[in-house]
C-alpha cells in the first residue's frame, strides 16, 4: 500500500528557505511516471497547488510561486524534496504531498496523500 | 489560470436529505475535474475524477456530473460522516492545477 510521509522544520524564519522532504513507502517514485504533487494549505483556508514533478525530473510549479520554488526528486531514497525561499507568514501553511491517480497527463487528480506537516513562520 | 468558483460556500442539511454542490470554471476543462472531501485534522480524499467517475471505495451515494464549465457533486442521502469540506479541482490545464475555495457541508 502505497504512503506518502512529509518530514521538515516545523518552523521557519522569515527571509529562510523552507525544506521538506516527501517520503515514499510502498511503491518505488521509478516504476511509474507519475506527476508527484506539492500543495499547502493555511490554517482555516483552502488548497494551493505549489508545483509537481515526474520521476525523471521534469519540473512543472504554480506561476504564483515559482520565482521561489524548487523541487527535487531522489531515486536512491524514494524521496521528493521542496524548497520555498524568501519565506513570510504567508507561507505559514499545513504542506502536503500526493500522487495522482494515473499517469497521464490529464489524469492530474490526487489520489494518495500524506498526512501533511505544518510549517510556521516566524522569528 | 483557470479560476475555479462553488457554490454555495457553505450548506445546511439535515441527515438523510441531498446534498448539490456546484462547481464552475473560468473557461472549459472538458471532463477534466476532481471532487475532494476533506475532513478536520486530516488530508483531501478524492472522492470524483473524470467528473464522474468514484474514485477507489467511495460509496455509491456520491456522484458528479457535468462538463465544460459547469460541475455538481451530489451526495444522495447525507450521512453524518459526510459533512466536511469538498473542494473540486482542475486539472485540463495546468500548469497551474487550481481549486475551488471548498463548500461547507454542515448539519442543518
Known amino acids: ?123 | 489560470e483557470i479560476v475555479m468558483t462553488q457554490s454555495p460556500a457553505t450548506l445546511s442539511v439535515s441527515p438523510g436529505e441531498r446534498a448539490t454542490l456546484s462547481c464552475r470554471a473560468s473557461q472549459s476543462v472538458r471532463t477534466n475535474l476532481a471532487w475532494y472531501q476533506q475532513k478536520p485534522g486530516q488530508a483531501p480524499r478524492l472522492l470524483i475524477y473524470g467528473a464522474s467517475t468514484r474514485a477507489t471505495g467511495i460509496p455509491a451515494r456520491f456522484s458528479g456530473s457535468g462538463s465544460g464549465t459547469e460541475f455538481t457533486l451530489t451526495i444522495s442521502s447525507l450521512q453524518s460522516e459526510d459533512f466536511a469540506v469538498y473542494y473540486c479541482q482542475q486539472y485540463n490545464n495546468w500548469p497551474p492545477l487550481t481549486f475551488g475555495g471548498g463548500t461547507k457541508v454542515e448539519i442543518k
Open chain 1, 1 to 123: 500500500q502505497l504512503q506518502l510521509q512529509e518530514s521538515g522544520p516545523g518552523l521557519v524564519k522569515p527571509s529562510e528557505t523552507l525544506s521538506l522532504t516527501c517520503t515514499v513507502s510502498g511503491d518505488s517514485i521509478s516504476s511509474d511516471s507519475y506527476y508527484w504533487g506539492w500543495l499547502r494549505q493555511p490554517p482555516g483556508k483552502g488548497l494551493e497547488w505549489i508545483g509537481s514533478i515526474s520521476y525523471s525530473g521534469s519540473t512543472y510549479y504554480n506561476p504564483s510561486l515559482k520565482s521561489r520554488v524548487t523541487m527535487s526528486v531522489d531515486t536512491s531514497k524514494n524521496q521528493i524534496s521542496l524548497k520555498l525561499s524568501s519565506v513570510t507568514a504567508e507561507d505559514t501553511a499545513l504542506y502536503y504531498c500526493a500522487r495522482p491517480y494515473s499517469t497521464s497527463w490529464y489524469g492530474n487528480a490526487l489520489d494518495i496523500w500524506g498526512q501533511g506537516t505544518m510549517v510556521t513562520v516566524s522569528s
